[in-house]
């Protein structure tokens, strides 16, 4: 997804509801869940996974992950993460937050 493409939110009282329709390069829209939006470097980063009209993951362990912004006025923007040492950064956040997930669903 790039800076001039869609990002439409359909919020609910409770952020485990929060739906981001996404508009792909390809012309495609995809319904997605919020999974987590993590802070790296004082940069918020959103996580964010395709689900069914049932609200499950479309395919296991597939998730979108941009830059997140809002403006003054709380409207949310995503955009790219273009810089692999970047990328590399989240993506290793992102697997500490999963592995601190499946850490606390121990019994």
Do not use: H, K, W
């Amino acid at each position: 997804m790039n800076e001039n493409e869609n990002l439409t939110n359909e919020f609910d009282d409770d952020p485990d509801d929060y739906r981001v329709t996404l508009d792909l390069d390809d012309g495609t829209s995809v319904e997605c869940a919020i999974l987590t939006i993590l802070e790296v470097d004082d940069q918020d980063y959103i996580v964010l996974v395709p689900v069914d009209e049932n609200d499950e993951p479309i395919e296991e362990g597939e998730v979108f992950i941009y830059r997140y912004y809002e403006d003054e006025d709380g409207n949310p923007s995503l955009d790219n993460i273009d810089n692999d040492d970047e990328f590399d950064r989240v993506s290793e956040c992102f697997d500490e937050f999963l592995d601190e997930q499946e850490f606390n669903e121990l019994p």
